[in-house]
T-cell receptor, first 114, second 116 residues
Framework: GENVEQHPSTLSVQEGDSAVIKCTYSDSASNYFPWYKQELGKGPQLIIDIRSNVGEKKDQRIAVTLNKTAKHFSLHITETQPEDSAVYFCAAIITRYNFNKFYFGSGTKLNVKP | EAQVTQNPRYLITVTGKKLTVTCSQNMNHEYMSWYRQDPGLGLRQIYYSMNVEVTDKGDVPEGYKVSRKEKRNFPLILESPSPNQTSLYFC???????????????FGPGTRLTVL
């Protein structure tokens, strides 16, 4: 099955700096790559996603890039703010038998220091 | 408000005492899943359901049961809990195939389970 690896496991940045989280996947059948943000005491929430036919997508301060050849995708957060502090998960989705199977990375704990 | 609810949010129990964690969604979603979250392992799927009366094993199904008698509810059952099932559990739902964005999952707030 699919194997999603996520790095780093923890990331500490100064407010205003950029943060980058990287994920790799193994199965070329993966066709959708969402990123989730999990705040303390809450469930993961989708923040941005990208489909396999797109190389880059941006939404205000966050952007995601996808390199299908290398099988890796990254989350970029610019001008970080303390409220960006959370655990971030990447995921790769494979659609088989009319079902979307999610494979999650192990998570990155981002700490934005004021 | 569109949401996924789970109950209880926190539970401490003892080995062998059967328990059920309820999950309910009000978005008329066809797909529902259960995940467990453990440090360093991310989210691992326990069971999923493609529709009413259709369920299947995920990646870590041992020791768990589920049922899907109604579209909105997807309870997780631990018949004989053991300490290695101490974890943070999330229920999630998403639209069925053929609807866009069909593959966005909505997560519940989580259930923190401790088995002594």
């Amino acid at each position: 099955g699919e194997n999603v690896e996520q790095h780093p496991s923890t990331l500490s940045v100064q407010e205003g700096d950029s943060a980058v989280i990287k994920c790799t996947y193994s199965d070329s059948a993966s066709n959708y790559f969402p990123w989730y943000k999990q705040e303390l005491g809450k469930g993961p929430q989708l923040i941005i996603d990208i489909r396999s036919n797109v190389g880059e997508k941006k939404d205000q301060r966050i952007a995601v890039t996808l390199n299908k050849t290398a099988k890796h995708f990254s989350l970029h957060i610019t001008e970080t703010q303390p409220e960006d502090s959370a655990v971030y998960f990447c995921a790769a989705i494979i659609t088989r038998y009319n079902f979307n199977k999610f494979y999650f990375g192990s998570g990155t704990k981002l700490n934005v220091k004021p | 408000e569109a949401q996924v609810t789970q109950n209880p949010r926190y539970l401490i129990t003892v080995t062998g005492k059967k328990l059920t964690v309820t999950c309910s969604q009000n978005m008329n979603h066809e797909y529902m899943s259960w995940y467990r979250q453990d440090p360093g392992l991310g989210l691992r799927q326990i069971y999923y359901s493609m529709n009413v009366e259709v369920t299947d094993k995920g990646d870590v199904p041992e020791g768990y049961k589920v049922s899907r008698k109604e579209k909105r509810n997807f309870p997780l059952i631990l018949e004989s809990p053991s300490p290695n099932q101490t974890s943070l559990y999330f229920c999630a739902s998403s639209l069925g195939e053929g609807s866009e964005p069909y593959n966005e999952q909505f997560f519940g707030p989580g259930t923190r389970l401790t088995v002594l």
